[in-house]
């Protein structure tokens, strides 16, 4: 059973806008907190953005603050990155997952999905 989904990545100019939606199973949905993580090569999963399942609280890592934002539908059982302003550097396969935790640690998240590739070029 696949608990969850991402989609929208792609290929993007320097200054660019994507969408990522993350479609959950009931269950993983149903955690405290989803989270988006993103990978590139030789680096560590990182930590982008999350937001609770109660209030909607949102939290942002400092590279992406003002200009990524994380939403949810909860009649859709889906989570949303919406990125604009996008850099080169934002370039990685990106995740989401959810946790019991208010988190930025990948190893307290679950429920991985395969990812989806955002590549920004200059």
């Known amino acids: 059973q696949v608990q969850l989904v991402e989609s929208g990545g792609g290929l993007v100019q320097a200054g660019g806008s994507l969408r990522l939606s993350c479609t959950a199973s009931e269950r993983t949905f149903s955690s405290a907190v989803m989270g988006w993580f993103r990978q590139a090569p030789g680096k560590e999963r990182e930590f982008v953005a999350r937001i609770s399942r109660l209030f909607g609280r949102t939290f942002y890592a400092d590279s992406v603050k003002g200009r990524f934002t994380i939403s949810r539908d909860n009649a859709k059982n889906t989570v949303y990155l919406q990125m604009n302003s996008l850099k080169p550097e934002d370039t990685a396969v990106y995740y989401c997952?959810?946790?019991?935790?208010?988190?930025?640690?990948?190893?307290?998240?679950?429920?991985w999905g395969q990812g989806t590739q955002v590549t920004v070029s200059s």
């Open positions: 997952a959810a946790s019991q935790e208010y988190s930025v640690n990948y190893s307290q998240y679950d429920g």
